[in-house]
């Protein structure tokens, strides 16, 4: 494949770019009071179809998929607003309801998706299973008109705009017992299904819950897919989770590599301004590098996501997202360590993404764990668990 962008997708950098100018971070979003901001900022991408732009076109979505989509959360953190709700409403939940959904389920949720008037969470996290989805505990019991479910969630993030979540649980096979992952969507107002905010440092417009699902009756409609393809499924939205969090990496650490290089460019001490010097201009050269190497690795992976390639596809959006998240936070630390104590300052909005550009490292999966995946899966190495 061609790692050279298309005319098209340089046109839908450009356009989102010019979107993320009009509603970034120096225009009150980065301030506690930033939700008009936020929701604005959502709407419009909505109405412009940058939302959507994954999503089959007879559903009001643009026809593109994880190489569109990506583009889109990339240019938008680039700019200092991204819009981490788009890694799980459009990209996993509207992924996962646009390959396995019913008809009456697509019908339901994307056009909704697409165009900003509904959103989606996704719950997989618990609190004893970690990064072992194996080890999931929230169970799923058959009824004569449905579904019951039952268990918890932890970190799942904007749970309280959401109008519903996809949760994960697991049922049981009829013909060995064993219990297997399947995803079934909870409406928000559904009885028995309770959040509760966890007070996080990260400062951001999604928030994160911790949810409860005590004797949830859901329809039989609720299950998504085939009861007998769960696992397929979770990986078919679990690859998507990975390119967009690269994709938010990315952003992220381009914004503030552009802060710090236009800092160095002003910034004079002494006869020259302090970006002349080696020891300032090497870390950031540095940075933009492995900012592009990622760059490139995610196209990769948004590739095989979009050619329906799940195996490769599993190993490049894991090796991406490791990637630009390691990338984002050395750009980041680099950059507030170029401005010295106005790094630190509200006015240079770099110091509050110390702590979130840990994110991408540690979510949806740690980097650990990718290194495992890496070590098993593409190494042949034998397992340490």
């Known amino acids: 494949m061609s790692m050279i962008e298309s005319d098209e997708h340089t046109a839908l950098r ?17 301030r506690d009071d930033g939700r008009e901001a936020y929701d604005a900022l959502w ?8 939302l959507g732009v994954n999503l089959p076109e007879e559903y009001g979505g643009g026809g593109g998929g994880m190489a569109e989509l990506s583009i889109v959360l990339e240019e938008l953190g680039a700019a200092g607003c991204p819009l981490l709700m788009m890694v799980v409403s459009p990209a996993i939940c509207g992924t996962v309801i646009a390959r396995f959904g019913t008809d009456e389920q697509k019908t339901r949720w994307l056009p909704g998706l697409a165009g900003a008037t509904l959103t989606m969470a996704f719950g997989i996290t618990e609190p004893d299973a970690g990064s072992n ?13 449905g579904w019951v479910l039952n268990g918890r969630k932890v970190f799942i993030s904007g749970v309280d705009i959401a109008d519903a979540t996809l949760i994960v649980g697991r049922t049981e096979d009829a013909r060995t017992g064993r219990l297997k992952p399947c995803l079934f969507v909870v409406p928000r107002d559904a009885p ?5 905010r966890i007070d996080m440092e990260l400062h951001a417009h999604e928030k994160q819950f911790e949810l409860t699902l005590d004797d949830v009756h859901l329809p039989a409609d609720a299950l998504v897919g085939d009861e007998d393809a769960g696992l397929l499924q979770l990986f078919a939205g679990l690859n998507p989770e ?11 650490g381009r914004y503030a590599l552009a802060r710090a290089v ?15 010097h080696q020891a300032i201009a090497h870390p950031l050269a540095q940075a933009h590098i492995e900012l592009e190497l990622a760059g490139l690795m995610t196209r990769k992976a948004a590739h095989l996501c979009d050619a329906g390639d799940d195996i490769r596809a599993g190993e490049a959006a894991n090796m991406a997202k490791y990637a630009a998240a390691e990338a984002c936070v050395k ?10 104590g106005n ?17 991408a490292r540690i979510a949806p999966v740690s980097r650990e764990m990718i290194l495992n995946y890496v070590s098993h899966q593409s190494l042949g190495l034998p397992k340490s668990y």
């Open 133 to 145: 989805s194996h080890r999931i505990t929230t169970t799923a019991r058959r009824t004569t008109d």
């Open 343 to 359: 790094g630190l300052t509200r006015e240079f909005g770099l110091a509050s993404l110390i702590t979130a550009s840990r994110v």
């Open 14 to 30: 450009a356009a989102v770019a010019a979107l993320g100018q009009r509603h970034g971070r120096d225009n009150g979003r980065d």
């Open 192 to 196: 028995g299904f309770r959040r509760r």
């Open 242 to 252: 990975r390119v967009m969090t690269a994709a938010f990496a990315l952003g992220m």
């Open 331 to 340: 750009a980041v630390d680099q950059s507030v360590h170029t401005l010295g």
């Open 262 to 276: 236009s800092y160095a460019k002003e910034r004079q001490v002494w006869k020259a301004p302090i970006g002349a």
């Open 43 to 50: 709407a419009e991408a909505g109405k412009l179809g940058y």
